[in-house]
């Protein structure tokens, strides 16, 4: 009498399981990495949306009642002290800067991004305590609206950028350019 046995060997059993474990742990992390990758893109879409609302403020004369009813310059100031987040202002004073004697409209934190560089905010420092030290400050004057980048009108040559990183995963980057004429791009 021939009787033969099926099913599978113990060797044919841990291969099976090694395989299925392999590819969950390659899913959950590319997984982890497409999470961090889209949060790093709603942060920078954020971000351009808020230079692209001071735009519109300041090509509307949007009227300032925190400014004495009048029309003002309304920009965006990066930090890198204050790296988690950036601040939406109104300059009442019309200096195409913050300073003391200006508003903070509002104050738009990272969740999971942070300032990781600034390049061409290499100013003075500025009076204004609650900026901090060396900020990147893009500001458009009505009615054009003029850009002016840390206090200076923008001639042809002149541009900013800042770069933004998912705090834990720090090769996960996109900057943010602003050119003399006020076009906003990431990349």
Request: aromatic share 6%; charged share 10%.
């Amino acid at each position: 009498m021939n009787q033969t046995k099926s099913g599978f060997t113990l060797i044919e059993v841990i291969v099976v399981v090694a395989v299925i474990g392999f590819l969950s742990a390659s899913m959950l992390s590319s997984q982890k990495s497409s999470s961090a990758r889209r949060q790093l893109g709603l942060d920078v879409q954020r971000a351009v949306q808020d230079l692209r609302n001071a735009q519109n403020l300041a090509l509307s004369s949007q009227i300032s009642a925190d400014c004495g009813n009048k029309v003002v310059p309304y920009g965006i100031i990066f930090n890198m002290s204050l790296s988690d987040r950036y601040l939406l202002a109104a300059d009442c004073n019309q200096n195409n800067a913050y300073d003391a004697g200006d508003i903070i409209i509002q104050t738009v934190f990272f969740p999971e991004s942070r300032i990781s560089s600034l390049p061409g905010s290499s100013s003075p420092p500025l009076q204004a305590e609650s900026v901090g030290v060396n900020p990147l400050q893009v500001f458009f004057a009505p009615p054009l609206p003029a850009v002016f980048i840390n206090g200076n009108p923008s001639v042809s040559m002149i541009s900013a950028s800042a770069t933004i990183c998912h705090f834990k995963q720090t090769n996960l980057c996109k900057t943010i350019n602003i050119s003399s004429k006020g076009a906003v791009s990431t990349q």
